[in-house]
T-cell receptor, first 112, second 114 residues
């Protein structure tokens, strides 16, 4: 099973709302990632968790808060977002460093 | 630092070949190639590592010139299913950065027509 699942598929939220994105993998991968992708642009790395610890934060605004409750789950908590945060949020996982990354289908986020 | 991909777009007829290039001004540890179809997630194609090791699909070939910090993806006898945006992702590793950190190029839009 090489599947990464993400929920919800679509999310519309106001600038004062609090919501969470969820990601799950059952491949035994030890690294998990959050990417942000705008239309017709490449994915941009936001966060990396390695062995359930945050190893990379690409200077992401604090209104995005990642969490890795266990080795299979990754959450992204959203609060007080701006309209420019509207994008496709992709989760990925890999066995470790320098391994292929498996991407989930993404959550299409719209901030109104 | 974002790698540079070329061409930005290419249109082929089924059965034709294409080459997509990816270059970096910094020393690289590895180059990854992904394909993303419209509305879908990126799908892994190939990893090329410093030192010559490759991991990927049998029908996809690629090269990595470590001296020039360039990689090329070769698509032969193209099929309609090859259509999509191809991204290279580079890892600098070592003192240049983490091997977890993939920086993607802007992408190459490949369209294969019947």
């Amino acid at each position: 099973d090489t599947e990464v699942t993400q929920t919800p598929k679509h999310l519309v939220m106001g600038m004062t709302n609090k919501k969470s994105l969820k990601c799950e993998q059952h491949m035994g991968h030890r690294a998990m990632y959050w990417y942000k992708q705008k239309a017709k642009k490449p994915p941009e790395l936001m966060f990396v968790y390695s062995y359930e610890k945050l190893s990379i934060n690409e200077s992401v605004p604090s209104r995005f808060s990642p969490e890795c409750p266990n080795s299979s789950l990754l959450n992204l908590h959203l609060h007080a977002l701006q309209p420019e945060d509207s994008a496709l949020y992709l989760c990925a996982s890999s066995q470790g460093e320098v391994y292929e990354q498996y991407f989930g289908p993404g959550t299409r986020l719209t901030v109104t | 630092q974002q790698p540079v991909q070329s061409p930005q777009a290419v249109i082929l007829r089924e059965g034709e070949d294409a080459v997509i290039n990816c270059s970096s001004s910094k020393a690289l540890y590895s180059v990854h190639w992904y394909r993303q179809k419209h509305g879908e997630a990126p799908v892994f194609l190939m990893i090329l590592l410093k030192g010559g090791e490759q991991k990927g699909h049998e029908k996809i070939s690629a090269s990595f010139n470590e001296k020039k910090q360039q990689s090329s993806l070769y698509l032969t006898a193209s099929q309609l299913s090859y259509s999509g945006t191809y991204f290279c992702g580079t890892e600098r590793g070592g003192s240049g950065g983490s091997n977890y950190k993939l920086t993607f190029g802007k992408g190459t839009l490949l369209t294969v027509n019947p």
